[in-house]
């Protein structure tokens, strides 16, 4: 099995463009390498604090990739509907109840990507007045990528949208496969 396969969502697969899924592969790799360099940096922190010879650089590495990842992150479980999508609420219901759930769900989110947009940049723009210590780099580097994150978030919420209401929000998902037995609808019917 290719790490693409592992790594791409299948799950609710008809509100998703394929030639989107680059993106998602790219963003969850990215994702894994900020985890592994937030976590790195961490331990060498630590072992240099430990012996007495602190880097003191690391500690700005260290918030960079963490919040870095957290917005990297955020944006991939949007396309995966893993992360702000109330599952519970619109998956209880069916028809034209779910549609307007689902519509007002996504809605929702646009806004929350049009917000990290719109003042994600503005902080980008006075990020450049604040520097971060010891290395005197512009604050504005954090920043950067609120509003990268924002217009990722809004894409996937896009695509979530026209490809829910021209296809339906209400599909029927394949059996996952984790060797879980697959009960068929005779069955269910057969149970007491």
Known sequence: MAIADKLLVQRQRHLKWRWLDWLELALMILCGVLCFG????????IVTR????????LQEVTST????AIFVGTAVATRRNDH????????AMHGTARLIVEVIIRLVVLGV????????YQNYLRG???FRLPSGTPIASLYAIIPLSGVLIGLFTIEQLVN???NGFDHREPPEEDGAPVITDVQMRAQP
Request: a negative charge; proline letters at 2%; charged letters at 5%.
């Open 113 to 120: 990507a049009f917000c990290l947009v719109w003042y994600g």
């Open 164 to 166: 829910g209401l021209r």
């Open 38 to 45: 937030f976590s790195l940096s961490v331990t060498a922190d």
């Open 50 to 57: 430990t012996i007495g010879h602190p880097w003191l650089w």
């Open 65 to 68: 990739l963490f919040i870095y």
């Open 84 to 91: 702000l999508y109330l599952t519970a609420i619109s998956e």
């Open 128 to 130: 450049f007045g604040s």
